[in-house]
C-alpha cells in the first residue's frame, strides 16, 4: 500500500492510500471537510502525468466530520496518471483534468511576431487550448532564476502543474495577453 498527502486548498489536509490488486488499483481519499452547507467535495488522485477524478467524498458520521471515499479502478484508468504523487479534495463543480502537450519550441505556437520574438529561446513548456479557445503556455518556473517571458510577468500565474512550478500564460485568438 502507497500512501500521499491529500490536500484541500493547497494544504495537506489528509490521506489518500493506493493499493494495486491484480489489474485493478483501490484508491481510499480520507480528510477533513469544510464546514460550507451542501457543499460536495470531490477526491482526486494527481500524478506527474495526469489526474484520476475519484469521486465525491462522503461524510463520516452524525453532523459532517472526516469525508471519505474507497473506488476500484482498471489500469487503463490509472495508466494516464504516471507515477501518483499526491491526492487532492476540490469542489465537486471544478473542471476535468487538465492536458498539457510538450512545447519544446514555444514561439512556434504563435503567429505574432512580437511574441515570437519574446519567446525565442525559452526553455521548452507546456501548453494547452482550452474549451473557450484560449491558449495557456506554462514556462517553467524557479524563484532564483530569471522570471520567463519576463515582458509579461503581470499576466502570468504562478502554479504546480505535475511535479513542478510553472508560470503559465493565457491568450485569447488575436494572441493578446489574458488575465
Known sequence: MDKFPLLLDGVPSGELTAER???????TARCPLPAEEGALWCA???????????????????GGGPG?????????????????????ARPAGQREPERWENAAAPERLFRAAWLRQRLRGVQPGLTRKTGDGVRE???PYD????????????????????EGRWA??????GEHPVF
Open 143 to 162: 524563484a532564483k532564476k530569471p522570471f520567463p517571458l519576463t515582458a509579461l510577468f503581470c499576466f502570468a500565474r504562478v502554479r504546480s502543474i505535475g
Open 168 to 173: 503559465v500564460f493565457r491568450f485569447d485568438s
Open 68 to 88: 471519505m471515499i474507497r473506488r476500484r479502478f482498471s489500469r487503463q484508468m490509472t495508466e494516464p496518471l504516471g507515477r501518483v504523487l499526491r491526492g487532492e
Open 44 to 62: 482526486w488522485a494527481v500524478g506527474d502525468r495526469g489526474e484520476l477524478r475519484l469521486g465525491v467524498l462522503e461524510p463520516q458520521g452524525e
Open 21 to 27: 490488486e491484480a489489474l485493478y488499483t483501490w484508491f
Open 137 to 139: 503556455l506554462a514556462l
